[in-house]
Nanobody, 124 residues
Framework: QVQLVESGGGLVQAGGSLRLSCAAS????????LGWFRQAPGKERGFVAA????????HYADSAKGRFTISRDNAKNTVYLQMNSLIPEDTAVYYC?????????????????WGQGTQVTVSS
């Protein structure tokens, strides 16, 4: 079993930056891939970024490419999402997710463990 706890959300002006963190406990951290998803009011939860077990492979939603960076520190059992050049459309609850595989995925259904989410609000 894996427990995931997100932090780092908040209110930021358009053009600003935030770094989300997700601390994991339970199963050995380096044995599973991780992802970030987000859900805006009235919308389905959607893929943002994912990273494999080692951090050597990452992929991003088109909306995140060039602005967001996912990384992980296996020594600290933590995955990060650095978000730059934020726009109001990035406003959502951001969720960290863990997958019982070393290979990352952009599919929500491939993830087995979820955090409680952290709110990100970008004002115009």
């Amino acid at each position: 079993q894996v427990q995931l706890v997100e932090s780092g959300g908040g209110l930021v002006q358009a053009g600003g930056s935030l770094r989300l963190s997700c601390a994991a406990s339970g199963r050995t951290f380096s044995t599973y891939a991780l992802g970030w998803f987000r859900q805006a009011p009235g919308k389905e939860r959607g893929f943002v970024a994912a990273i494999n077990w080692s951090g050597g492979t990452t992929h991003y939603a088109d909306s995140a490419k060039g602005r967001f960076t996912i990384s992980r520190d296996n020594a600290k059992n933590t995955v990060y999402l650095q978000m730059n050049s934020l726009i109001p459309e990035d406003t959502a609850v951001y969720y960290c997710a863990g997958r019982s595989s070393v290979v990352s995925s952009s599919s929500l259904n491939d993830y087995d463990y979820w955090g409680q989410g952290t709110q990100v609000t970008v004002s115009s």
